[in-house]
Structures are given as structure tokens and as C-alpha cells.
């Protein structure tokens, strides 16, 4: 079946602007999760949510980053005033339950180039 | 906090030999995971590690762990170049939710 998909793959953006971010988990899976992964690191968690709502938000690294997932399926990430350290690939992924007791599937991911 | 960090973080070996690449962890765990990492591209699901002894084989890879010590292995058998990729230990623990915590990765080449 259809794995977690992602886009855009690749956005380049400016200093200073907004851009969204977009993840369609894999159909049925009521966690969804995101992480960033700089160069040569592992992912860093971000946020997980259960259903519509944030469980856990925590990683976040300030408020220029927010996520939202209405209907509890696709989520978007967006972030506000963009600056260069946030240049990143950014990593959905979802899972049949919260990741404690299932496998988390990850998606191809967006590459993001804040210039 | 829980840090998990792995070692080596470079690792060039030659086709046909073993080794191993090992992950530590700083607190008790609920589940480890393995993943393999192809440049540019996401993170593939390889191993789930629930319980201390545990372990899995997939080929010519074998991962185990032991809670007790706080250490997860992969084991590679007489590699070849289609294992080149970088792996990566994750573990989840109740208390910190559904996040899944990552080592640094091992990167891995094998030479023809």
C-alpha cells in the first residue's frame, strides 16, 4: 500500500518568509509525527500527534513553528520568518498507535534551503 | 535526559567481513529501533527490539539488546556493497511520550 508521502520534496526559500509544509500519513495510522534532521545527525524530534490534537509538542524549537492536523489525517508544518538555521530536511512519519507500542514509517521528506 | 549514541560513527570495511556497530543508550528503554538511512532518501524501518536478549536477523544483519547494559548491537555477516548506507539506533521511552530518540548514525561503506 501507499507509504507516508510529503511535499514539497524540495523548497527553497528567503530569509524572513512563511512556508508550509505538507505529509499525508499512510491511511489508518492515528499517530503522526514530525522530526528534522540536519546534515550528518539524526532526526530530532519535533511534535506527535494522536488524532486531531498535539500530544506532545515539546520539540518545537521556538514559536515561529506551529503544526496542525484538522481532520486527523494530513498535517502541515509551518513555519514563520523563516532564518537560514532552519534549513533542514523535515521527516513525517506515522504509526498504527503511539510509537511506544508500534513502528513508526517514515516519508521521503522536504528538503528545505532557507537562503 | 536520554542520549543514545552509537560507535563507530564512520565505518569502512571491506565485502566478505563481519562487524559490529553498537548503540548505547543513558536510560531504560521501552522499545530500540533500527533504521537504515540511502543517501538522500528516508529512513527505513529494519529491526523492533522489545525485551532484554532479544534478537532479530535479516539477512546478513543480526540485531540484539540487553537492557541490562543499556546496549543494542548490529551485526553485520560478510558484508557486501548493498549494505553501504548510514544505520541509525532509536529508542522510545513512556515517560518521554512517542518520541522516538536517535543515535548519530554509523556510516557505513563497504569496498568492493
Known amino acids: 500500500g501507499a507509504g507516508v508521502s510529503q511535499t514539497p520534496s524540495n523548497k527553497v526559500t528567503e530569509k524572513g518568509k512563511y512556508v508550509e509544509l505538507r505529509c499525508d500519513p499512510i491511511s489508518g495510522h492515528t499517530a503522526l509525527y514530525w522530526y528534522r534532521q540536519s546534515l550528518g545527525q539524526g532526526p530530532e524530534f519535533l511534535i506527535y500527534?494522536?488524532?486531531?490534537?498535539?500530544?506532545?509538542d515539546s520539540g518545537l524549537p521556538n514559536d515561529r513553528f506551529f503544526a496542525v492536523r484538522p481532520e486527523g489525517s494530513v498535517s502541515t508544518l509551518k513555519i514563520q520568518r523563516t532564518e537560514r538555521g532552519d534549513s533542514a530536511v523535515y521527516l513525517c512519519?506515522?504509526?498504527?498507535?503511539?510509537?511506544?507500542?508500534?513502528?513508526?514509517?517514515f516519508g521521503p521528506g522536504t528538503r528545505l534551503l532557507v537562503l | 535526559e536520554l542520549k543514545v549514541e552509537q560507535n563507530p560513527l564512520f565505518l569502512s570495511m571491506q565485502e566478505g567481513k563481519n562487524y559490529t556497530i553498537y548503540c548505547n543508550y543513558s536510560?531504560?528503554?521501552?522499545?530500540l529501533y533500527w533504521y537504515r538511512q540511502d543517501p538522500g532518501k528516508s529512513l527505513e524501518s529494519l529491526f523492533v527490539l522489545l525485551s532484554n536478549g532479544a534478537v532479530k536477523q535479516e539477512g546478513r544483519l543480526m540485531a540484539s539488546l540487553d537492557t541490562k547494559a543499556r546496549l543494542s548491537t548490529l551485526h553485520i555477516t560478510a558484508a557486501v556493497h548493498d549494505l553501504s548506507a548510514t544505520y541509525f539506533c532509536?529508542?522510545?521511552?513512556?515517560?518521554?511520550?512517542?518520541?522516538?530518540?536517535f543515535g548519530e548514525g554509523t556510516q557505513l561503506t563497504v569496498n568492493p
Open positions: 532509536a529508542v522510545t521511552l513512556r515517560t518521554s511520550g512517542s518520541r522516538l530518540t
Open positions: 500527534f494522536q488524532g486531531t490534537g498535539a500530544a506532545d
Open positions: 512519519a506515522s504509526s498504527l498507535g503511539p510509537a511506544s507500542q508500534e513502528t513508526q514509517y
Open positions: 536510560t531504560t528503554s521501552d522499545r
